[in-house]
C-alpha cells in the first residue's frame, strides 16, 4: 500500500513538472496566428484557407497576429507557390523563378497583395488582411501557395526564436507560422499525372545518389504517393540498387527529383543503366522505365566526393615502385660499369 501510494506520489510530482515545462515552452512562444475563414471557405473543418472565387473576383482574407510577449515585436511575411521539395513534401516558402514547374501558370505570389512587415504592441492582437486577385479566365484545379509569418530579429539577443546557452553552446529555436492558402473557380475533379523528365547520378549530403526528376503537370495535389524503384545495368536483369518508399506528395504544377539513396561506400561505375519505377496514388498507377548514362568522369568525380568511400591513396606505392625501378637501374650500371672495368684491368695485364 505504501509503495503504491509512493509511486502515485513520484507520477503526480512529475506530471506538475512536466505541465510547467509546457507552460513555459507556451509562454516564450512569440506570437499565434489564427485564420478567420470567409463564407466562401470550402470546408471551415481545415486549418487553412480553401476558397471557391469566381473569375476576376477580388476578396480580403483575414488572420489574427496575437504578441504574447511584454515587448513590441515585427512580424515578417512572405507568400509564396506551393512547390515540392526534394523529399516529397509539399513547401509553400517563397521560391525563386528558376525553382518554379514550367506548367505553372499562375503564381499565386503574383495574385495577393498583403503587408510584408507589421509592428505588434504588447499583448495585443491586430487584424492582418490579405488581397486576393482571382485570373480573369477559366481554370479548373487549384491555384495554391501559402504565407509564413516569422518574427523578425530586431538585435543580436532579441528576436523571434528562443535562444539558450547550455555549457556555452547557444541552442537557437526559430518560430514560424505557415497557413496555405488554395484558391480555386470550381469543384470539379482533376485526373492526376506523374511524367519522369530525367535520371541521372548526383550526391546528397556528399553522398553519391540516383536523381530522377518526377513531374506533377497537373492543377491538383497527388498525396500518399508510394514508389517501388529498380535500377539494373543495361541489358542485365540482375537488380543492383532499390528502394521503396511512401507518404510522399505532390504540390500542383510542381517537380522534384526523387532520390534513390545508396548503401555507404557504394562506388559509381561507367556504363548505361535502366531506371525502373512503379508509383501509385489511391487508385492511380504509373509505370517508369528510363534509360540513363554515367560516364567515366561523372563516376570519377562523383567517387571522389562521396565522404563514405575509402580513398587508397597509391601515391606512396607509385613512389615506391618508382624508387625501386630507379634503384635497379642504377645497380644494373654500377654492375656493368664494373664488368667493363675488370675487362680493362685483364686487358692491361695481358699486354704488359
Given amino acids: 500500500m505504501k509503495r503504491k501510494k509512493l ?13 510547467k515545462i509546457d507552460l513555459a515552452a507556451a509562454d516564450n512562444v ?11 471557405q470550402i470546408d471551415s473543418t ?14 480580403e482574407i483575414h488572420l489574427t497576429l496575437k504578441n504574447n510577449k511584454n515587448q513590441e515585436i515585427t512580424i515578417i511575411s512572405e507568400i509564396g507557390p506551393a512547390t515540392t521539395n526534394d523529399n516529397g513534401v509539399v513547401d509553400y516558402s517563397e521560391s525563386k523563378i528558376d525553382d518554379l514547374d514550367d506548367t505553372l501558370k499562375f503564381n499565386l505570389a503574383d495574385l495577393v497583395q498583403y503587408p510584408k512587415e507589421v509592428v505588434i504592441k504588447p499583448n495585443e492582437s491586430i487584424d492582418y488582411i490579405i488581397n486576393i486577385t ?30 539558450t546557452n547550455t555549457n556555452g553552446i547557444a541552442l537557437k529555436n526559430e518560430v514560424q507560422y505557415m ?26 549530403n556528399a553522398r553519391n545518389v540516383i536523381l530522377a526528376n518526377l513531374q506533377n503537370p497537373t492543377s ?18 540482375k537488380v543492383i540498387y532499390t528502394q521503396k518508399t511512401s507518404s ?21 561505375t561507367a556504363g548505361e543503366y535502366v531506371w525502373k519505377q512503379t508509383i501509385t496514388s489511391g487508385d492511380y498507377k504509373w ?26 591513396d597509391h601515391l606512396y606505392l607509385y613512389f615506391l615502385i618508382g624508387f625501386c625501378c630507379i634503384l635497379t637501374f642504377i645497380i644494373i650500371l654500377l654492375v656493368v660499369r664494373n664488368q667493363k672495368l675488370r675487362r680493362t684491368q685483364k686487358n692491361s695485364e695481358g699486354t704488359s
Fill in 30 to 40: 512569440g506570437f499565434s496566428v489564427t485564420p478567420i475563414f470567409p463564407a466562401n
Fill in 134 to 163: 482571382m485570373p480573369n479566365k477559366a481554370i479548373t484545379g487549384l491555384i495554391a501557395g501559402g504565407i509564413t509569418f516569422k518574427e523578425k530579429n530586431t538585435n543580436q539577443t532579441t528576436n523571434n526564436s528562443d535562444t
Fill in 220 to 237: 491538383t495535389y497527388i498525396n500518399n504517393i508510394e514508389s517501388t524503384v529498380k535500377v539494373s545495368k543495361k541489358g542485365v536483369d
Fill in 46 to 59: 481545415k486549418g487553412y484557407f480553401n476558397l471557391e472565387m469566381a473569375a476576376g473576383e477580388v476578396q
Fill in 7 to 19: 509511486l502515485i506520489l513520484i507520477i503526480s510530482i512529475i506530471s506538475i513538472f512536466m505541465i
Fill in 248 to 268: 510522399q506528395q505532390m504540390a500542383p504544377n510542381s517537380n522534384f527529383n526523387y532520390t534513390l539513396n545508396l548503401e555507404n561506400n557504394t562506388a559509381f
Fill in 179 to 204: 497557413d496555405a492558402i488554395l484558391i480555386q473557380q470550381n469543384s470539379d475533379p482533376v485526373t492526376p499525372e506523374i511524367k519522369i523528365n530525367n535520371v541521372k547520378a548526383g550526391q546528397n
Fill in 287 to 312: 509505370h517508369f522505365s528510363k534509360t540513363f548514362t554515367i560516364t567515366a568522369k561523372e563516376a570519377n568525380s562523383l567517387n571522389a566526393e562521396d565522404v563514405t568511400i575509402e580513398k587508397n
